[in-house]
């Protein structure tokens, strides 16, 4: 099991290092990103129950969502064509379902 480990270890080392991204660097960016991404979901909540502008809160949110990805974009280098659509695949996706969770919130904030 250890070898195992130490080879997929050893690939995605070498893999970032091919697409000149550090996977340590884009594991921490994507976890990371978790908290301030939901602080951020809820600041909307709050700040639409205030009647207050939600516009600083939104773009903070989506910063926050696609901070892995940009980090990719940016940085990567030689990246393939199709990791380019699976990430705007998957921002699109979770895109859409932070929107439906925002208004689920804001729904049941109404209530």
């Given amino acids: 099991m250890t070898e195992l480990l130490e080879g997929a270890w050893i690939y995605i080392k070498e893999l970032g290092a091919q697409h000149n991204v550090n996977p ?31 516009a600083l809160p939104v773009i903070s949110t989506l910063f926050f969502f696609i901070l892995p990805a940009l980090y990719i974009a940016v940085f990567g280098r030689d990246v393939a064509w199709w990791v380019y659509i699976i ?22 904030e109404s209530d």
């Fill in 24 to 54: 340590i660097l884009f594991g921490v960016l994507y976890i990371g990103s978790i908290p301030p991404y939901l602080g951020s979901m809820a600041w909307i909540v709050r700040n639409y129950k205030r009647d207050i502008s939600i």
């Fill in 87 to 108: 990430i705007v695949f998957l921002l699109i996706f979770g895109g859409y379902t932070a929107v439906k969770s925002i208004r689920i919130r804001l729904s049941q």
